[in-house]
């Protein structure tokens, strides 16, 4: 992946949940990861490989009938939507002391984030950090090291904002984040566009 590319930063909404972990922690949850059997539940191991490989078919069809492709990513979009609310759901009933899901404005690059928190992440904390995508439901896991945090004032997603950069990601889910942003990127600039023309007429 080239360095520019690498660097293209974009802003969207994510489902994101963080936990913080120790050095010894972290050097673990980076091996699986590059074996890529990061310790989760086996639902939610199965659930995110379900999910990759739904989202990469939908791509593969599109490339092949865009009518077909767009149809069947509508049909995932709406099973996405009773996901994540369930996900959110279950995030905040569980035990308080256990990291929570939550639905928030994301700055994302393929080599970092600029994510809310409801507590301080200091520089040098390392983080297990999962981002989901919206509306796919694609859930991306690394071991993430803040690099700085700092104070939001009456923001509704959270007391902090911290820049964090990936430290630890499997080969495939760092294609997938370049992907999302370059597609993101292309998205946002059709709508731009667009309005631009609809000004103009």
């Known amino acids: 992946m080239s360095q520019e590319r690498r660097h293209f930063r974009i802003d969207l909404d994510a489902l994101v949940r963080t936990h913080v972990i120790q050095e010894e922690e972290a050097h673990e949850l980076a091996a699986a990861i590059q074996a890529n059997h990061p310790a989760q539940s086996q639902a939610d191991t199965e659930l995110s490989k379900l ?13 092949r009938d865009l009518q077909t492709g767009h149809l069947f990513d509508l049909i995932n979009q709406k099973l996405n939507l009773l ?18 899901t939550q639905m928030m404005p994301i700055n994302l690059s393929g080599g970092g984030a600029l994510i ?5 992440l200091t520089a ?3 983080l297990d950090l999962t ?23 009456e923001d509704p997603n959270g007391p902090w904002q911290a820049a964090i950069e990936f430290t630890h990601m499997h080969e495939d889910d760092q294609d997938r984040v370049v992907r999302k942003v370059l597609q993101e990127q292309t998205k946002q600039l059709r709508e731009r566009k667009k309005q631009s023309t609809d000004q103009e007429s």
């Open 124 to 126: 040098g904390s390392l």
């Open 83 to 100: 996901l994540n609310e369930l996900q959110i759901q279950h995030s905040h009933s569980a035990n308080p002391d256990e990291p929570t």
């Open 131 to 153: 981002i989901t995508f919206i509306p796919e439901h694609v859930a991306i896991r690394t071991v993430a090291r803040s690099v700085k945090a700092f104070p939001t004032k």
């Open 116 to 120: 809310y928190s409801q507590h301080e």
């Open 51 to 63: 999910n990759k490989q739904i989202q990469d078919s939908i791509n593969l069809a599109t490339t």
